[in-house]
């Protein structure tokens, strides 16, 4: 991978913050995006502006070719094996919440289970506590081990034949967890459960095969892989989006309307209710052919490279407390002793390092570790070794602004 000339896409970069070079650190609330991405969207703006689907005009045709096109990308980008199987939503949040109330509510009884895990970001926990209490379901949790990893023995001890539905995520958004999604795929369809996915973390940093996981839906969104924000994905197993009600009702999505009584049109459309997000979609069709000009095994092999170093330096700090994993996703999870994380931030913003800090949107996780927040740097294909370097003098320099010194 040229770093230098990936960098040079994201106008973005190329500024100061508070009079120093910015350091962005931040991919795993959201990415930045391309110059490829940005003018694709623009050109629509300008070229094809229309709405989709309907019109027989030549603006309305080729935007429903660039947007139906997207959707194709995305299929190839995930090896669905139709493109019919792929919804646009307006994120992770949205994909999920589809399965929680158009599937999982019509479906789900008293004594039926839903297992999930307690690291999973607030968009697989609150849909499911929901869908618990709409019911009459039971909320399991398979428990994490003291790294923050979870064992299959103890996925095997927590589903049932009574769970019906497996959530979890893909990546942990504060742990950096990489979980093994296919082994756990595999034991909750021998009890006669489906899996959900969160691949919000994932579907940016690694090749994902939806065949090859054998996932029952997997949602992500595409602004933490370089597309627009307010774009994003639910794949689905046709007989399961067969069998999900829509959540949104409108135009775009039915076939027929009567005065008492409408039917739906066919997948994926009867998802997707009135004008869709159709500069998104497109956005994220130029985002998956920037990616993959680029090699998602090369960004995940560089995210990890990263991810080995970020540890390794980081761990140099005197009274610096990391969470999770030694193997994990492109991110570091941390806390200075003494230091309140949104402290930590704040001096490291004035440095012109942006990292994240707080819950984020993790408080069960925040709970298990004991802690109220903590601060977070996130990695992607346009960080570079040097910039890590730059996050620990910064974190130095706030340990050292704080009066916390080294011996």
């Not at 398979?142 to 034949?161: A, C």
């Not at 579907?203 to 054998?214: E, T």
């Not at 407390?321 to 913003?349: C, K, M, S, W």
Request: overall charge negative; aromatic content about 8%.
């Amino acid at each position: 991978m040229d770093i230098k000339a990936i960098r040079e896409m994201f106008p973005i970069l190329d500024q100061e913050v508070n009079g120093n070079p910015l350091v962005y650190l931040d991919t795993s609330a959201t990415s930045q995006k391309p110059l490829p991405v940005i003018k694709a969207v623009d050109d629509y703006y300008r070229n094809n502006n229309s709405n989709v689907h309907r019109g027989v005009h030549t603006l309305g045709t080729r935007a429903t070719d660039q947007y139906e096109g997207a959707r194709e990308k995305v299929r190839a980008f995930i090896n669905a094996e139709s493109a019919a199987q792929v919804i646009f939503t307006r994120g992770t949040t949205t994909s999920i919440n589809f399965v929680a109330y158009g599937y999982a509510r019509p479906n789900l009884k008293p004594g039926d289970e839903i297992v999930i895990t307690p690291m999973e970001h607030h968009s697989n926990i609150i849909p499911w506590q929901q869908a618990a209490k709409a019911t009459g379901a039971t909320l399991k949790y398979i428990s994490l081990q003291e790294d923050g990893t979870i064992l299959l023995e103890d996925v095997r001890n927590t589903v049932s034949d009574q769970t019906k539905i497996v959530a979890i995520t893909h990546v942990s958004n504060v742990l950096g967890t990489i979980n093994p999604v296919k082994e756990i795929a595999k034991i909750a369809h021998d009890h006669g459960a489906i899996i959900v996915v969160d691949g919000a973390q994932g579907a940016p940093h690694m090749k994902v095969d939806v065949v090859d996981l054998d996932c029952d839906f997997y949602a992500f969104s595409g602004h933490k892989m370089c597309a627009p924000t307010g774009i994003g994905v639910l794949y689905g197993k046709r007989e399961l989006l067969e069998k999900t009600e829509p959540v949104e009702f409108g135009g775009e999505m039915i076939d027929f309307v009567d005065l008492y009584d409408s039917t739906w049109k066919e997948l994926p459309w009867k998802f997707e209710g009135g004008t869709p997000i159709i500069a998104g979609a497109i956005g994220l069709g130029a985002a998956i052919d920037f990616l993959n000009d680029i090699g998602m095994n090369n960004i995940y092999e560089h995210d990890k490279k990263l991810a080995d170093y970020a540890l390794e330096r980081l761990s140099t700090i005197d009274g610096i407390t990391i969470y999770g994993p030694e193997e994990r996703g492109a991110l570091v999870t941390f806390n200075l002793d003494d230091v309140h994380p949104h402290d930590t931030a704040t001096v490291l913003d004035a440095e012109g390092i942006a990292v994240r800090a707080g819950h984020h949107c993790a408080q069960p996780l925040m709970k298990w570790l004991d802690v109220t927040a903590t601060a977070r740097a996130s990695f992607y294909l346009y960080n570079t070794l040097e910039e890590i370097d730059t996050l620990v003098d910064g974190l130095l320099k706030t340990k050292e602004y704080f009066g916390n010194v080294f011996e």
